[in-house]
């Protein structure tokens, strides 16, 4: 994400793994993010998406990581 020069300067060179692929499908890190966060916006904080190997499987699988609302709503249960 950060690499530095000779003069020791610090650049933002990009974020990695903006993409992933599923079963053929070329799936947006930043779509799955910002659905999550519109969506769920009562009980998520923030999320991050990305994506993992999965052994016998072609691409990669979805996963996120979720950081609460400090208050989440019990009327929504089992509803994800």
């Given amino acids: 994400l950060l690499w530095t020069d000779k003069e020791g300067y610090l650049y933002f060179h ?3 793994g903006d993409t992933y692929r ?3 499908e070329n ?3 930043t779509e799955v993010e910002a659905t ?3 969506s769920l916006k009562e009980e998520v904080d923030e999320c991050v ?3 993992v190997s999965v052994p016998g499987c072609e ?3 979805g996963m996120l990581l979720i950081k609460p609302a ?3 709503s019990t009327g929504r249960e089992g509803s994800f």
Avoid: L, Q
Wanted: charged content about 20%.
């Fill in 59 to 61: 691409g990669k699988a």
């Fill in 14 to 16: 990009d974020r990695v």
């Fill in 49 to 51: 998406a990305y994506g």
């Fill in 27 to 29: 799936v947006s890190t």
């Fill in 70 to 72: 400090a208050t989440i």
């Fill in 36 to 38: 999550i966060t519109t």
């Fill in 22 to 24: 599923w079963k053929g």
